[in-house]
């Protein structure tokens, strides 16, 4: 069993910046194809980033340019910094371990003025 623990949500205004983390409970995060999906209300689950074992990454259009998804084998952990944040990013953030049934709580991000 693997726990996957996000943190770094927040209230942040319109273009900040935040750092998202998400923790492995045992490496994992070197093995697998690592992504971050968010969720808005009445929306789908939907791709933000990703990075593959091989440090391959690729991003949703719509924050291309802004979001960069890095990981750091030795702590088992991904990172997501987020910059000109806009109020369209808000909702809850979760990271996933591709291809497992591995899911983080998720973590909620909320832009707004």
């Known amino acids: 069993q693997v726990q996957l623990v996000e943190s770094g949500g927040g209230l942040v205004q319109p273009g900040g910046s935040l750092r998202l983390s998400c923790a492995a409970s045992?490496?994992?995060?070197?093995?697998?194809?690592m992504g971050w999906y968010r969720q808005a209300p009445g929306n789908q689950r939907e791709l933000v980033a990703g990075i593959t074992s091989r440090g391959n990454t690729n991003y949703a259009d719509s924050v291309k340019g802004r979001f960069t998804i890095s990981r750091d084998n030795a702590k088992n952990t991904v990172y997501l910094q987020m910059n000109s944040l806009k109020p369209e990013d808000t909702a809850v953030y979760y990271c996933?371990?591709?291809?497992?049934?591995?899911w983080g709580q998720g973590t909620q991000v909320t832009v707004s003025s």
């Open positions: 045992r490496s994992i995060v070197s093995d697998y194809t």
């Open positions: 996933h371990a591709v291809h497992t049934p591995y």
